[in-house]
């Protein structure tokens, strides 16, 4: 059974729909319409199961640090929307990778379907701020000015992911097209992440970024009271406690289980369309948890947790965590993406492109009303150098001398180098 994956999903990726502020740059595009045709459900739940599998991949290689916040499907919408520009090795490298196992044309369909399934969320739903239950969700490619684009790269873009292209003079105003792309991306996520291009992102070799930005506001199905919230101990992995806000309440309505003593909390906010699943290993054991995690092991906690009412406290968290993914995703297989030897003619006849960062951002924040948290994630596309050669490509002569004394060692004459052999 795929659904509770889904649901999974739901909880750990932040889904969006349509976007609402226009990004900077002058507008140019596929005129294809985003495709509603919806894939067949089998697809669908092959594509979750291999893109959580790499989700999990990544999760498992990023910063050793105590609080980690991370969105996988802002990861893999980015990289989803920058692999139909690669070809040869370059596309087989990102389809080992990402373990995508279905065909380029039903993987995208396939990420369009769950898109487009989202896009209702939250209706008549309320925001951890009061207002309304927000779950936004912008791709949006970033050119320099006059480079030419395949047009079936940027129909994919436009019917798969519906993603304009916006042109920027990367070339002459490096830092100036940094600061309108983070702009952007901070007025998509209401502020959470200002600026998630760090300086000497944008170079003057740019030539392209593909971003993704999600914010998703709700409040909890049950809110918990704030005058129930009281210091109480939090068991580190060490064994060690420390006294940390515990919100409480005597009677919530969740999903609770446990599998191999793994205690799995699955907390709905309004709507009972998305939630939070909680994964709580013995202590000691969370990087043992981890290690195991994917797709399938996911799924299989979530079939542990049955519906029931009972007393809970949690603490109160805010966590965010910035990084850049390239070591990461060379580690997994992706290397060839950011090397000479990298492919990029399905976005550009030109070649001489390869990835030079991929940078990804993100935010979580819950209390007693609910949970704010915004993802974004760039990749960035560069031209490789390519130096000007000082040419010897006629005849000519040679002297080997010696410096210091000018005395001419040998002297000799090139009229027909060695003829490589057909």
């Known amino acids: 059974m795929r659904t509770p994956l889904l649901g999974a999903a739901l909880s750990f990726g932040f889904f969006a729909c349509a976007p609402e502020v226009p990004p900077p740059g002058e507008l140019v595009q596929s005129s294809k319409q985003r495709i509603t045709q919806p894939a067949p459900a089998a697809d669908v739940a092959q594509t979750i199961d291999d893109t959580t599998r790499f989700a999990f991949d990544v999760y498992r290689k990023l910063p050793a640090q105590e609080n980690l916040a991370f969105s996988p499907w802002s990861v893999v919408t980015a990289l989803s929307m920058t692999y139909p ?150 068991t580190l992995s060490d064994g060690s406690t420390v006294r940390v806000e515990l919100m409480a309440d005597e009677s919530v309505e969740l999903s609770y289980g446990q599998l191999n003593g793994v205690e799995v909390f699955d907390l709905p906010y309004q709507g009972d369309e998305v939630s939070m699943v909680l994964l709580v290993p013995p202590v000691g054991q969370l990087a043992s948890l981890e290690a195991s995690l994917d797709g399938a092991s996911l799924r299989a906690h979530l079939e542990a947790a049955t519906a029931r009412t009972a007393p809970l406290r949690m603490p109160k968290f805010e966590v965010k965590t910035q990084a850049d993914l390239g070591e990461i995703l060379e580690a997994l297989g992706l290397g060839v993406a950011f090397s000479p030897e990298a492919d990029f003619t399905g976005m550009t006849s030109g070649g001489g492109l390869a990835i030079t960062s991929v940078v990804h951002e993100a935010v979580v924040k819950t209390d007693e009303a609910g949970t704010e948290a915004a993802a974004a994630t760039a990749v960035v596309v560069g031209r490789l150098f390519i130096p000007e050669y000082l040419e010897i490509d006629r005849p000519f002569v040679f002297v080997i001398r010696d410096r210091a004394t000018g005395a001419a060692l040998f002297v000799g004459r090139v009229a027909r180098p060695a003829v490589l052999a057909n």
């Open 85 to 234: 520009g690669a070809r040869g090795s370059t596309q087989t490298a990102f389809e080992q990778t990402m373990h995508l196992s279905l065909p380029a044309e039903r993987h995208h369909r396939a990420m369009n379907t769950v898109d487009a399934a989202l896009e209702s969320r939250g209706q008549g739903a309320a925001g951890r701020d009061g207002k309304a239950f927000r779950l936004r969700s912008n791709n949006q490619l970033f050119t320099q000015k006059g480079l030419p684009i395949q047009p079936d790269f940027l129909d994919v873009l436009a019917q798969e992911y519906g993603a304009g292209v916006r042109q920027l003079d990367f070339q002459a105003q490096p830092e100036p097209s940094r600061a309108k792309i983070n702009d952007w991306v901070s007025t998509n996520t209401e502020g959470l992440i200002p600026e998630l291009l760090p300086q000497g992102s944008i170079t003057s070799d740019t030539a392209l970024a593909l971003v993704n930005t999600l914010y998703f506001n709700a409040a909890w199905k049950h809110p918990f009271e704030k005058e129930k919230t009281a210091p109480g101990n939090f």
